[in-house]
């Protein structure tokens, strides 16, 4: 298990940018598979974006996010980002970072370990 600690949310116009960060506790972070899921009212928890352990590793996206969110990881600052740009209202919600041992899927039933979450609000 590792602990996360997400920052970054805040209040933005429509077409503006934010980077959420997850940071996280524990020495084998690196061997760990990372998702950013978001969670609207009335909503289920869905999945954004995640990225595995190996390499530059693997990036997945959900289609809604796909062109305009990057994920990317700095292990050796035990930190995976999430830049969000071109943002819609849509994006509104809670923002959540997990961890899993490996990469089984956006299912979020797969991670185990969960950040408390940081609101991204997206309007004029």
């Known amino acids: 298990q590792v602990q996360l600690v997400e920052s970054g949310g805040g209040l933005v116009q429509p077409g503006g940018s934010l980077r959420l960060s997850c940071a996280a506790s524990?020495?084998?972070?690196?061997?760990?598979?990372v998702g950013w899921f978001r969670q609207a009212p009335g909503e289920e928890r869905a999945f954004v974006a995640g990225?595995?352990?190996?390499?530059?590793?693997?990036?997945y996206y959900a289609d809604s996010v796909k062109g305009r969110f990057t994920i990317s990881r700095d292990n050796a600052k035990n930190t995976v980002y999430l830049q969000m740009n071109s943002l819609k209202p849509e994006d509104t919600a809670v923002y959540f970072c997990?961890?899993?041992?490996?990469?089984?899927?956006?299912?979020?039933?797969?991670?185990?370990?969960w950040g408390q979450g940081t609101q991204v609000t997206v309007s004029s």
């Open positions: 997990a961890a899993s041992p490996g990469w089984y899927g956006p299912d979020r039933a797969a991670f185990g370990s």
């Open positions: 524990g020495r084998t972070f690196s061997s760990y598979a």
């Open positions: 990225i595995s352990w190996s390499g530059g590793g693997t990036i």
